[in-house]
């Protein structure tokens, strides 16, 4: 399962959630039949009635949340979809969870360390790699650094620039 929101609160008495955006596809909102919440070790599916958006946020109406009251009892929880339920994604792009965790080489093949993160700015993502000896370094996501990112084999290929790894 993969979070694609969080709920912030309730909005007016009928049970809309107020749903901090977490993905790069907010329109996948629309084309969801259900979304889960997760309930301790339980799983709890819910099909969506209506989506509207506002800003950064969606405004949410899940089948069977009718009150405020019940509403308010999914504040703070994450919204899931699974994973047949992900965006088809263009060559070249990656769903942050498949770069988390990634081994990362240079040019030359020695090991750098893994990829522990992933921030999202407006001219580009930045990794997060934590090195072999467990400090860490913001590498852009540009083709100049990043040559090549390959998820089945758990491996990504930078250039080190001067300066990149001080």
Do not use: C
């Not at 790069?24 to 629309?30: A, G, I, L, N």
């Not at 580009?124 to 390959?150: C, E, F, M, S, W």
């Amino acid at each position: 399962m993969y979070i694609v929101g969080r709920v912030l609160k309730p909005k007016g008495l009928k049970g809309i959630l107020k749903v901090e955006i977490i993905t790069s596809f907010p329109e996948h909102f629309q084309e969801l039949a259900e979304i889960s919440v997760k309930n301790g070790l339980e799983w709890q599916a819910y099909s969506i009635e209506t989506v509207q958006f506002r800003d950064r946020f969606a405004f949410i109406k899940l089948n069977g949340i009718d009150s405020v009251e019940q509403a308010e009892m999914l504040r703070n929880q994450f919204l899931y979809i699974s994973e047949a339920d992900l965006m088809p994604l263009n060559d070249g792009e990656y769903y942050i969870h498949d770069l988390i965790g990634l081994s990362v080489f240079d040019e030359q093949g020695n090991e750098l360390g893994e990829i522990v993160d992933v921030e999202s700015y407006l001219s580009n993502d930045v990794y997060i790699l934590k090195d072999t000896a467990g400090r860490q370094h913001l590498l852009p996501a540009v083709k100049d650094v990043v040559l090549d990112v390959n998820v089945k084999q758990n491996k990504m290929t930078i250039r080190v620039m001067e300066g990149l790894l001080d």
